[in-house]
């Protein structure tokens, strides 16, 4: 009981600084960064402390719980694929872009 | 595309894991629902065993459990770690980031486990996995601490992989 | 106890809405894309805690299927932005 109204407070101040780290990064990528990781853990640990709390919907907020664990991930990379084939390129103090190679080439080959 | 290659073991997991799905939706215990998703998930696994070919029923070896507990501790050890790291980035005022794409080569051969190594690597501190070419990962990495990629691949792959070579042979 | 709900319903309403300050400020269509993607994810967790506060267990059942499709929409946009679609 108070370890899932725990689990829901710490969930909550992930999800908040995963939107601040959408807010504060400098680039697509970055930004990407921040929101995958914060916002998977916010909303696992969240929704799993909702089960918590009531635990006949145990099983199916484990289900929830799995599934963003898959799928955010996935979706961050697809976006991140898709930023750089849109050629967005990335900020960066030093020049160190070694998938910049790679995207030239498979481009000639279209 | 290889010829999917039937195999009982690989239908009957494939049939589990659809009715442990089918009993997470539905979540109640009453036998005719259960009878329904026996069934259900019967047609739907006989219709989707091309698709889905990623185990077998040897995932069940005590051995092969052990590790995968092993790796889920890990990856939730991993998890926690690089919340807080954004935490520290995102909330100190002078953005302390160092970006970067980096690239390394791994070991793995299945396509399966190559997927979780990336969902992995974007879930641990300070990567992301942007694109997969046969077996090259190129990762954004958030603070780029060698260009080497034996280097990088020690750093950000290493204890995962370990773990995914002893589960998929 | 019912502090904690308070709480944490405040943090994701500040969530969102800097969600969508970057939405509507974001240089590009990717920065917008990312931010529509968090607020999926932060309104996911939002319905559950719903079901919470409610009392009703068919608003988990509505979060499973958000985050559902928050997932096939956001690979369907990748793919757009990627020149693939």
Redesign the interface.
Same mark, same amino acid.
């Given at each position: 009981m108070y370890i899932g109204y725990g689990l829901v407070l710490l969930g909550s101040i992930?999800l908040f =600084?995963?939107s =601040?780290?959408i807010y504060?990064? #400098?680039?697509v $990528?970055?930004r !990407?960064?921040?929101g995958?990781?914060?916002t998977? !853990?916010g909303a696992m640990s969240l929704i799993l402390g909702v089960g918590f709390i009531e635990p006949e919907w145990l /099983?199916?907020t =484990?289900?929830i719980v799995i599934f963003i664990a /898959?799928a955010n #991930? !996935?979706s961050?990379?697809a976006l991140?694929?898709a930023a750089?084939r849109a050629n967005l390129t990335?900020?960066?103090?030093?020049k160190?872009?070694? $998938?910049?190679s790679?995207f030239h080439q498979?481009k000639k080959e279209d | 595309m290889q010829s999917p290659s039937f195999s009982i073991g690989k239908f009957l997991y494939n049939w589990l894991l659809m009715f442990v +799905?089918w009993? @997470?939706?539905t &979540?109640s215990l009453a036998p005719e629902e259960l009878l329904t998703g026996v069934l259900v998930s019967f047609i739907v696994s006989l219709m989707t065993i091309g698709i889905f070919r990623c185990c077998s029923l040897d995932i069940f070896l005590p051995q092969k459990l052990f590790y995968i507990f092993k790796y889920i501790f890990v990856f939730i050890v991993a998890?926690?770690k &690089?919340?807080l790291? +954004?935490?520290r980035? +995102?909330?100190s005022p002078s953005?302390p980031?160092?970006?970067?794409? +980096? %690239?390394f080569d791994t070991k793995l051969t299945n396509e399966f486990a190559k997927m979780v190594l990336?969902?992995s690597i974007?879930?641990t501190p @300070?990567?992301? &996995?942007?694109?997969l070419?046969d077996n090259?990962f190129?990762i954004?990495w958030?603070d780029?601490q060698s %260009?080497d990629p034996e280097e990088a691949h020690r750093l950000i792959a290493k204890n995962f992989e370990d773990i995914l070579l002893k589960i998929f042979k | 106890m019912e502090i904690v709900i308070y709480i944490a319903f405040s943090l994701i309403m500040l969530g969102l809405i800097l969600g969508v300050v970057r939405f509507v400020k974001g240089p590009t269509a990717a920065d917008r894309a990312v931010a529509l993607d968090t607020m999926s994810i932060i309104a996911t967790a939002a319905f559950a805690l719903m079901a919470l506060v409610f009392e009703r267990f068919i608003y988990i059942d509505v979060a499973?299927i958000y985050a559902v499709l928050g997932f096939i929409g956001m690979i369907v946009i990748a793919r757009y932005l990627e020149g693939a679609l």
């Open positions: 992930f =600084l995963g =601040l780290g504060r990064m #400098p680039d $990528y970055n !990407l960064q921040a995958t990781k914060a998977t !853990l /099983i199916k =484990l289900f /898959i #991930p !996935l961050s990379h991140a694929r750089y990335p900020f960066m103090k030093k160190m872009d070694a $998938y910049k790679e498979e | +799905v009993f @997470g939706f &979540s998890l926690f &690089s919340n790291d +954004v935490a980035r +995102v909330l953005l980031i160092n970006p970067g794409i +980096v %690239e990336a969902n974007t879930l @300070g990567t992301l &996995s942007i694109d070419v090259r190129y954004h958030i780029v %260009e | 499973l």
